[in-house]
């Protein structure tokens, strides 16, 4: 039962939007920073974001991460059938003092 | 490049013991944090632990303190995870990662492994 909680689904056509919203709470996101990993298919997963807002070097800029209060959002612009994989927030819980993951995302592109 | 290369699948039988590796290279083992990440078959991620090879200093999950250990040996860049008495609800893919961040709230993981597949059956 993780503390973060994402959509099980999201989906949208080629070339369109999505986001993902990732809710949690004062011990979590509201006081710590957001990251965001990428699970295609059978594969290990890969960060996209961190730092609430950051790309790594690689990362397009398609990707965009936000965080306001206890909610952080990634979006996708420009939705690639290469996007379709499992999207997961991360970040540090206080009171748990443990690192947690989100609920996860399926991205399907139609 | 920075790579983290894990060791292979895993059958095991229900109350056998089994240590899975991970080993680093292409940046300086001892100074970065490797986390380790459960995933059951078709199932999220969940955070098991960390260790700081540089002194051993290891942080698990309440979910996983006392099911788990995890250590690390610097001089070979290689972090593990053991059991000591397997459980059929161990059997999933482990995955390591490499922990950035300068405190805890900044912590992220940005290296992954290949992932090891344990079977307990």
């Known amino acids: 039962q993780s503390v973060l909680t994402q959509p099980p689904s999201v989906s949208a056509a080629p070339g369109q939007k999505v986001t993902i919203s990732c809710s949690g709470s004062?011990?979590?996101?509201?006081?710590?920073?957001v990251s965001w990993y990428q699970q295609l298919p059978g594969t290990a997963p890969t960060l996209l974001i961190y730092?609430?807002?950051q790309r790594p070097s690689g990362i397009p800029d398609r990707f965009s991460g936000s965080k306001s209060g206890t909610s952080a959002t990634l979006g996708i612009t420009g939705l690639q059938t290469g996007d379709e994989a499992d999207y997961y927030c991360g970040t540090w819980d206080s009171s748990l003092s443990a690192y947690v993951f989100g609920t996860g995302t399926k991205v399907t592109v139609l | 490049e920075v790579q983290l290369v894990q060791s292979g699948a895993e059958v095991q039988k229900p109350g056998e013991s089994l240590k899975i590796s991970c080993k680093g290279s292409g940046y300086s083992f001892p100074n970065y944090w490797i986390g380790w990440v459960r995933q059951m078959p078709g199932k999220g991620l969940e955070w098991m632990g960390i260790i700081y090879p540089g002194d051993s200093e290891t942080r698990y999950s309440p979910s996983f303190q006392g099911q788990v250990t995890i250590s690390a040996d610097k001089s070979i860049s290689t972090a593990y995870l053991q059991w000591s008495s397997l459980k059929a609800s161990d059997t999933a893919m482990y995955y390591c990662?490499?922990?950035?961040?300068?405190?805890?709230?900044?912590?992220?993981?940005?290296?992954w492994g290949q992932g090891t597949l344990v079977t307990v059956s």
């Open positions: 990662a490499r922990g950035r961040g300068s405190r805890w709230n900044y912590l992220f993981f940005d290296y």
């Open positions: 730092d609430n807002n």
């Open positions: 004062s011990s979590n996101i509201g006081n710590n920073y």
